[in-house]
């Protein structure tokens, strides 16, 4: 049996019927591409493979991992692939779009989603298990304390659902924590129509300094006269929908225009 090493941050998923539940979330319309991430040993694999409509590729850095999935699945070999999903070069393995599901290390999981965002264009859906301190700030909208710059930049491209909670008891070890199922589906947004880096700037600016009004946490932007006296200033960064941060964004670009 595989051993759980604290240092990948693997906490074996042992409950089957958690598993069940976490793949039937998986809402693909066949022929099908589906990526599991870090599959550790093959609980949500298990059930992925009964689906005929979807072509399963596994990417696992544990290698006692890898060896135990190529024994129990040997018709998995040939897309089982061994290293980092963050270095992993996703465009060699997948020509159209694909999905994502995984049970999502709690130490890379924010990592992953931006890895995800830089291949919105591919990846039409993520279906992931992820401690549920990040699930809330990746699920919530504006207004709450949990609203931040991860929950913007996602929701910008994907609509979000908080699917269900899972305790500790069903993993081994368990964890310390509570952990949660959520589900992303690209929306119809192809642009942002601003600059995205200039965008991405905005947003970190506004929620590193979430204590302040806009007109003081983004002084540091110069911002445009034109801007100044908009009431959108008074706000604080927890209460802008994307929309609003994309206002921000276009403003300053036309300062830089002229």
């Known amino acids: 049996m595989v051993r759980p090493k604290k240092f990948l941050g693997q906490h074996f998923l042992k409950d089957q019927q958690v598993a069940q539940r976490i793949v039937h979330e998986l809402a ?3 022929p099908a591409q589906v990526l599991e991430i870090g599959p550790g040993t093959g609980v949500l694999t298990h059930y992925l493979r009964q689906n005929r409509d979807l072509t399963l590729t596994l990417i696992e850095i544990d290698r006692e991992s890898i060896a135990y999935l190529k024994e129990k699945y040997p018709d998995l070999k040939p897309r089982l692939v061994e290293g980092d999903f963050l270095e992993l070069d996703l465009a060699s393995l997948f020509s159209g779009p694909f999905s994502i599901i995984g049970n999502f290390p709690y130490n890379i999981s924010s990592q992953i989603f931006f890895k995800v965002l830089e291949h919105r264009n591919q990846v039409q859906q993520v279906v992931c298990m992820l401690q549920k ?13 949990t609203y931040g710059i991860l929950s913007v930049l996602l929701q ?3 609509d979000i659902e908080y699917l269900f909670k899972v305790p500790p008891g069903v993993f081994f070890p368990p964890p310390k924590v509570m952990s949660a199922v959520i589900r992303l589906t690209r929306n119809s947004r192809a ?13 970190k600016q506004a929620f590193q300094n979430r204590r302040k009004t806009l007109r003081n946490a983004l002084k540091v932007l110069n911002l445009p006269a034109t801007l100044l006296a908009d009431p959108i200033l008074d706000k604080r960064a927890e209460q802008l929908a994307v929309d609003q941060f994309i206002f921000l964004t276009r403003h300053l670009e036309s300062r830089d225009a002229r």
């Open 191 to 203: 642009s942002l129509g601003c600059d995205e880096q200039l965008f991405k700037t905005v947003v």
């Open 133 to 145: 301190e990040v699930a809330d700030r990746i699920a919530e909208g504006p207004g709450s304390k």
């Open 28 to 30: 693909i319309t066949p």
């Open 156 to 158: 910008a491209y994907y």
